[in-house]
């Protein structure tokens, strides 16, 4: 069964540190999880695919910021090139 808005919101508000320490070790899929508040119907089946969501986007954000970095530091590197051969020419044919 599909996580709900409601649960989608619960386990948000929660946190996926929060929601990992209420898993209880060697229940199966289709379990309820404890501890996630009254009407709350999540199995832990759900749960676990919610939490390998997150884990996903924490992963993908990850590879987005590595890329960044690694293309401000080209930028940097350019520049600093550019800087580098500008002031050796500065030094061959000076400006008057």
């Known amino acids: 069964m ?10 948000e ?3 996926v540190d929060n929601v990992r ?4 070790p060697g229940s199966g899929g289709g379990s309820v999880v404890p501890g996630l508040g009254p009407g709350f119907g999540m ?10 969501e997150k884990s996903q986007e924490a992963t993908k954000l990850q590879r ?5 970095a690694k293309a ?11 800087m580098i051969a500008l002031t050796a020419l500065s030094f061959i044919w000076p400006i008057d």
Do not use: C, Y
Request: glycine residues 6%.
């Open 2 to 11: 599909p996580l709900s808005e409601s649960d989608r919101a619960e386990l």
């Open 13 to 15: 508000r929660l946190g």
């Open 21 to 24: 320490q209420r898993l209880v």
């Open 43 to 52: 199995t832990r089946g759900d749960v676990e695919e919610w939490l390998a």
């Open 64 to 68: 987005d910021i590595l890329w960044w």
């Open 72 to 82: 401000a530091t080209w930028i940097g590197v350019t520049n600093i090139l550019v």
